[in-house]
């Protein structure tokens, strides 16, 4: 029978679980707005890019579903964020904040009349997925993230969402239909890793 011919190339590296390359797969609030504060100072689009990072955390956006986010899915009148969920999620409608509100008018009024997606290039597209991982990292970079051990990437701040309602007390029913998750399944694990259920536990 014969061989195989060796080609002298080396087999793939194996792919290393998110848990063992990082200490922890989300963010906490004071470190969120520390994401934010450097994503507004480095780069050529900082204002651009910390609205980025903003929306993404309070509305536990995926990528994807950043880069197709449109102006018609904001209501600037009645403050609501109007968010489409791929992945087979469930759609919601979502308030928005006052520092949100500012962030969006601001690009708005870059950006002028006729633009159809909130997150554009300097192209005038939408922007890449590729693009969108590169500021969130750039961002952690300059937050000081890398250098404490933590890879920073942009589906952690949707962790960070749940991991934040989670530890308010918030019940898993509200998370999951905020996060548009269509099993509660993928919700419970915010929940478990939540301190919030084990306070009172010790008293001094």
């Known amino acids: 029978m014969p061989q195989p011919l060796k080609t002298g190339k080396l087999p793939p590296p194996r792919l290393v679980p998110n848990a063992r390359r990082r200490v922890r797969e989300y963010l906490t609030p004071p470190e969120v707005a ?7 100072r480095v780069g050529r689009h900082r204002e651009r890019d910390a609205a ?7 509305h536990g956006l995926r990528v994807s579903e950043v880069v197709a986010l449109e102006w018609g899915q904001v209501d600037f009148t009645t403050a609501t964020l109007h968010v489409r969920r791929l992945k087979r999620g469930t759609p919601a409608a979502h308030p928005i904040g006052g520092d949100e509100l500012r962030a969006l008018r601001q690009l708005q009024r870059g ?3 006729g633009a159809a997606f909130v997150f554009m290039s300097e192209r005038g597209a939408p922007l890449a997925a590729a693009t969108v991982r590169d500021i969130v990292a750039r961002a952690g970079d ?11 990437h942009p589906h952690m701040l949707r962790h960070s969402t ?16 905020y996060l548009g998750h269509r099993s509660i399944e993928n919700t419970v694990r915010y929940t478990e890793l939540s301190a919030e259920r084990f306070r009172g536990l010790w008293r001094d």
């Open 162 to 177: 749940g991991y934040f309602l989670a530890d308010k007390g918030t019940d898993t029913r509200t998370i999951q239909g």
């Open 111 to 113: 950006q002028g009349n």
């Open 34 to 40: 520390r994401l934010i504060a450097a994503a507004g």
């Open 52 to 58: 980025l990072v903003l929306l993404m955390y309070r």
């Open 142 to 152: 300059a937050a000081g993230f890398t250098a404490q051990g933590l890879s920073v």
